[in-house]
């Protein structure tokens, strides 16, 4: 198996971009178990359920959201699925969650077991540095 390599460079920003000075992306890792109402659902009613009543209720509160699924539940049992989500801001991050928790997705079809927010590379934006990351040789 291949070494990991870290590549570190702490050269400074002498000049800096419009994207730059803007506001990093904030990501959440939602992680969920699905609850019995949702896996008492077909295949097809889950696909029903989420995108007649959960998706439009995001549509309608906010803007600037994205998001990827990740099943677990094949590793993990206290947590099935990871929905990790990407926000233009802390502004649409919040009319995301507010979304969710009128709809079914929230503590019924799902439990929320926790809520990571971050965003990327954040040290480096803090301190100047262009991020540190690792790569795969």
């Not at 209720?57 to 959201?65: H, L, M, P, R």
């Not at 094949?74 to 990407?86: G, I, P, Q």
């Amino acid at each position: 198996m291949p070494a990991e390599n870290i590549t570190e460079n702490t050269t400074e920003n002498t000049t800096e971009s419009p994207a730059e000075n803007a506001a990093p992306p904030v990501t959440a890792f939602m992680l969920i178990k699905t609850m019995p109402e949702w896996l008492a659902m077909t295949p097809q009613e889950r696909v029903d359920a989420f995108t007649s009543q959960v998706i439009p209720a995001i549509k309608a509160k906010t803007t600037g959201v994205r998001s990827r699924f990740y099943d677990t539940e094949f590793y993990s049992t206290r947590v099935t699925d990871v929905w990790v989500w990407e926000a233009d801001d802390h502004e649409a991050y919040q009319l995301l969650i507010d979304a969710l928790r009128e709809t079914p997705f929230w503590d019924r079809y799902f439990e929320i077991v926790d809520l990571l927010v971050g965003t990327e590379n954040g040290y480096a934006r803090t301190y100047g540095l262009a991020p540190v990351a690792s790569v795969s040789t």
